[in-house]
């Protein structure tokens, strides 16, 4: 599978965006797809993750309640809405697709997009 996100931006502090990351190749929905970002200085860490068929979704503490990942599997496409974004959101933003839902494991990586987030 190859991703390609997009979606990016500068955007205020109490704004949102909303990101895509559109998938080719075969059986997307066979892949559990992950949201990560990475700051400047900073490891690349799990933002979000969504099961093959949205029924599990997973979120790290600090995006809880502002974040919501969804998936369209008919567009091959996943997609990270970002709401009440903070400057400490500011990282590049990258898709993965996993082999399942508790994989730690990325089978592909998308190309970053930049979020910043300006106070």
């Known amino acids: 599978v190859q991703l390609q996100a997009s979606g990016g931006g500068l955007v205020q502090a109490g704004g949102s965006l909303r990101l895509s990351c559109a998938a080719s190749?075969?059986?997307?929905?066979?892949?559990?797809m992950g949201w990560f970002r990475q700051a400047p200085g900073k490891e690349r860490a799990a933002v979000a993750t969504i099961s093959g068929g949205s029924t599990m979704t997973s979120y790290t503490d600090s995006v809880k309640g502002r974040f919501t990942i969804s998936r369209d599997n008919a567009k091959n496409t996943v997609y990270l809405q970002m709401n009440s974004l903070k400057p400490e959101d500011t990282a590049a933003y990258y898709c993965?697709?996993?082999?399942?839902?508790?994989?730690?494991?990325?089978?592909?990586w998308g190309q970053g997009t930049e979020v910043t987030v300006s106070s």
């Open positions: 993965a697709a996993k082999p399942n839902f508790y994989a730690r494991a990325v089978d592909a």
């Open positions: 190749g075969r059986t997307f929905s066979s892949y559990a």
